[in-house]
């Protein structure tokens, strides 16, 4: 396995050379925030928060899907990379209905955290006030629509790790939902198993534990990350 | 030729309340109506959200009382998950509400009114309020915000902010009394007692210095609403409804809050938001009754701690059966302040409060349900109707400040009747609505706004809808 040299932010990273921009900087102590992201999943680049400049590039690029090169030169922290970053908060704010006070994940949601901590402190855009279903005809658990931003690690979780393949997205752009089996309820959808995986792996307050009330869903990934290393290193750390 | 006198929004800050008289023909009042011009609509928009929500989205309904609305909201949930719940939440509920009735009833008291009482209440407004409380007896003042703050301390101890804690669930509560709260709380509990006995005993001295105002402040007989304990004590958060009339006689008894509607009527009126409640058996606008603390003081049989209870019969003698001025429901506060305090000193020492059995597990049993509690304010109904996977279909609130509507437009009027004369507003006139108004301590978000100084603007209207007159409190 080759080792690539390449700066990020100006200091110079050693990298293996199948490891993403994003694991190279991690690596290196630099954190590029991400959503769609999680440890353990396939990356998909869906959400564009890891977005970063590579010299000799006009376009930005998803740390998460780029693979590391030689020599290459990253930028993560630009002005221009956080205006767009506060940007595209800023319509996942506007595209559904956040309201934090009254949200189950309040305090603890990966939204939330990244809007406070990029500065994102209102919202330029006209919300759309989705006013989706919310279903809790599963009996463990909830989905609400207005607080998805399709990140899809759900679909991810549940098809990679759990392998029950329940979630999948429909529609397109404003239409498009995560869906449970052929879009029935969840708690009809057959293949699910109710592991609680994509529970786990959701950032926002969308997928709660059934029960949960306002603030009161805080997510375990540690469960998710010792199934993960379980099965691909086979180790079982607790 | 009839005219109306109207108090109205000059410029329309928010939670500005808008009051209108109406005269008739030969200028006496004949009507008063305070009206709520805001519109929040959250039986509406709670419709679609999942029942465990409830709690944490009701609580938001005031940032004063939310307590009040948490408190009732998981009742409600309790009665549709049909559970009972551990007896540790069922105490750690109540040393809340405790907390809440103080901290709500200081905030009135000292902040709110007391500058009307110990400054004068045509004293001038930039100076009526606790700031120029503070500068005539900081002692008072500050004892009074310390009073407010231990209130809030317990809230805090228990919900983890002041404001809006979630804390509350169906089936119990999230967390336990910690110990180190526990021991901060008994140790402020001599204090708390102090400060409220001081305040009663000036509150007493001072009654005679108010004789006009306890003659025209809402003295008018009606029927009174709380809860009451199986045997009749004051309750604040358990047992049953209880209606007593102005003779002091009760009326209906030991009602289940899910049988609230066989009782309990609602008008609604076009010039307001506000829904106004009344005693169905009696009809609108007859069945007229009155939540709060003088309620609950007139219709319970005793309060059950000793200095509470000896206050209890000190109060009785400013009525005939029941006590009808509203200007009395400040000193029913101040009772009510120190029976809450004598609660928390009897049940502080209860291991129950650290316990870790707090939540009662359990799906949906029920389609529907009503939890009750008392508010600082009077008796909060939460009635919600679900669907079999607990979705909310339906919601109704009953607030205490709706179920005062009618008092209020009453006390508005009486007032009037004796300052308005012929068509010019009279000097002296909106303070003492102002202060007949917060008497009830409405929870609108006008009642606390700037300090005491209450936006108020009043305007006379005349028999063909002609404004005649219009006064406003500064802005
Ligand atoms: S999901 Fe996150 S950002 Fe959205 S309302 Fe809930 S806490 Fe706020
Ligand atoms: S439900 Fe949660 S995990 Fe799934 S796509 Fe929406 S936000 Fe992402
Ligand atoms: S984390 Fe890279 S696109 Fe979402």
Redesign the pocket.
Known sequence: MAAKTLTIDGKMVGAHEDQTILEAARDAGIKIPTLCHLEGLSDLGACRLCLVEVKGSNRLQPACAIKVAEGMEVQTHSERLQKYRRMILELLFAERNHVCAVCVSNGHCELQNLAIELGMDHVRFDYRFSGFDVDITHNRYG?DHNR????????RVCNEVEGAHTWDVAGRGADAR?ITDLKQPWGEADSCTACGK?VM????G??FYKGSTVAEMERDRTRLEFIVTAREKKQWIV | MAQRIEIDPVTRIEGHAKITIQLDDSGNVTDAHFHVTEFRGFERFCEGRPLWEMAGITARICGICPVSHLLASAKAGDAILAVDIPPAADQLRRLMNLGQIVQSHALSFFHLSAPDFLLGMDSPPATRNVFGLMASDPDLARAGIRLRQFGQEIIECLGGKKIHPAWAVPGGVRSALPEACRQKIKSKLPEARATTLTALSLFKKLIKQFKAEAQIFGNFPSLFMGLVGPDGSWEHYGGNLRFVDSGGNVIADQIPAARYREYIGEASEAQSYLKSPYYRPLGYPEGIYRVGPLARLNICSQIGTPLADLELSHFRECGNGSVTSSFFYHYARLIEILAAVEKIEAMIDNPELGSEWLRADAGINKLEGVGVSEAPRGTLLHHYQVDANGMVQKVNLIIATGQNNLAMNRTVAQIARHYVHGSKIQEGMLNRVEAGIRAFDPCLSCSTHAYGKMPLAIALIGPRGELVDTASTPV
Request: glycine share 0%; net charge positive; aromatic share 0%.
């Open positions: 989905l998805c931003i399709l990140c899809t690690r759900c679909v995560v994509c792996a959701c950032p926002t969308a997928l």
